[in-house]
């Protein structure tokens, strides 16, 4: 990797680091291409990213960002996962680590915050952003439905009641 090609990944670990919510910091003690392609593929359909980089080249990176305290989490074989979601790259990386004893979580940060193991499996444990989200419309639309069968309930209680009548009548 020449010099160019080490500045550039640089400059896109700073912007991934800008613009993200969580990192999670991971240790690879041994994952085959398969299980790393498995890990990417589940990370991307959570909307994060698994990311291998020289522990060197994140150092810089790090530098003059919020998360620049998780330099110290990164030795020996590491990769970042990262995330705009705070929940979505630490439990993907939580779930994955439960069945696979060859990925290490070894800390993170959550903006200026650094998180070790136990902070990132409890960040794992919160709903996701679009859950909580369904669940805040749901609790936003629970009282109207609930006002619209209140009022419009009385109409049809007379409306049963003079049904009742005219199937008595008739009979």
Known sequence: ??????????????????????????????LTVAQSTDLRLKMRDAGAQFKVAKNKLAQI????????????????????????????????????AKTNDKLEIVGGAMGDTLLDVAGITALAALPSLDQLRGTLIGLIQAPATKIARTVAEPGAQLARVFQAYATKEAA
Do not use: C, H, W
Request: charged letters at 20%; glycine letters at 8%; hydrophobic letters at 45%.
């Open 1 to 30: 990797m020449d010099r160019s090609q080490k500045a550039d990944l640089v400059a896109e670990l700073k912007s991934v680091f800008t613009e993200t919510s969580v990192v999670v910091v991971t240790r690879n003690l041994g």
């Open 61 to 96: 990176a790090l530098e003059g960002t919020r998360y620049g305290g998780i330099s110290e989490l990164l030795t020996g074989p590491t990769a970042l996962a990262t995330s705009t979601d705070p929940v979505a790259a630490a439990k993907v990386a939580v779930d994955f």
